[in-house]
């Protein structure tokens, strides 16, 4: 359908006495700030389906930073979220929200977002959904590290090894065992995404934590803070 674009709400807040503006994610155009007017009328229809997690299609209107929502519709039910996997699904878009920028084609980021709430939804453990979900964040920043090779020397990654992290540059061999090691084994697991044990898991936190950190900033995220009370 021309001028729809796929959509997620990452986050709304009121404005005026009627209105609403919402933060999008959208498919083609990245982060999209738009005025819904109307939307908090007692009688209105966009009350049930402007909220996270539920996949939309929308048009909006206007060349400024804030535009206006002309038209939305749902394209299902929302995604059904509970516990853990809410709050999990909270992060997703409070890491989006930072990170991207206005009006930039994400459209594969897009797609592994939807991907992180279903199998979120499926009841997969929340923490390999979200440091997938970072890998594929920091590979579209442009944050290409390789994972299975030396960055100094270009031969290949040892298992029994360990390995010093270079930001922005990637792991050179070390006989250090710090914060920003890892052994060759995690790296072999990050370059497949495949963490089947709480080591490998603990050590792709690490990492993620390290390497999104200046994108994100140190201003704590508040579904961390929410997690933490279950």
């Given amino acids: 359908m021309k001028d729809w674009h796929k959509a997620f709400i990452l986050h ?4 005026s ?9 959208v498919e083609s155009m990245g982060r999209v700030t738009c005025v819904s ?6 009688r209105s229809v966009l009350k049930g389906y402007l909220q996270p997690f539920t996949p939309l299609i929308v048009q909006f209107t206007g060349t400024g930073n804030v535009k206006t929502l002309s038209r939305s519709e749902a394209i299902s039910l ?14 997703l878009n409070e890491l989006i929200h930072r990170v991207i920028v206005s009006e930039s084609d994400t459209s594969p980021l897009f797609q592994a977002y939807l991907e992180a709430l279903q199998q979120l939804a499926q009841l997969i453990e929340p923490e390999k959904v979200l440091r997938r979900f970072e890998l594929s ?8 590290i390789d994972f299975e090779h030396c960055c100094a020397t270009g031969e290949e990654i040892v298992e029994t ?4 992290y270079l930001p922005e540059n990637g792991f050179i061999g070390s006989l250090m065992q710090n914060s920003t090691s890892f052994t060759g084994k995690h790296l072999k697991a990050f370059a497949l995404r495949s963490f089947d044990n709480d080591d490998t898991l603990k ?6 934590r390290m390497a999104l950190k200046p994108y994100v900033g140190s201003k704590p995220f508040k579904s961390r803070e ?4 279950l």
């Fill in 137 to 144: 964040l920091l590979e579209f920043l442009g944050y290409h």
């Fill in 161 to 164: 090894m360990n390995y010093q």
């Fill in 78 to 91: 929302a995604l059904p979220l509970s516990g853990s996997a809410l709050y999990s699904a909270f992060y």
């Fill in 12 to 15: 709304s807040r009121s404005y």
């Fill in 226 to 229: 929410l997690f933490l009370k």
């Fill in 37 to 42: 007017k109307g939307a908090r009328r007692k």
């Fill in 203 to 208: 050590a792709a936190k690490r990492f993620t």
């Fill in 17 to 25: 006495e009627s209105s609403l503006l919402v933060d999008l994610f």
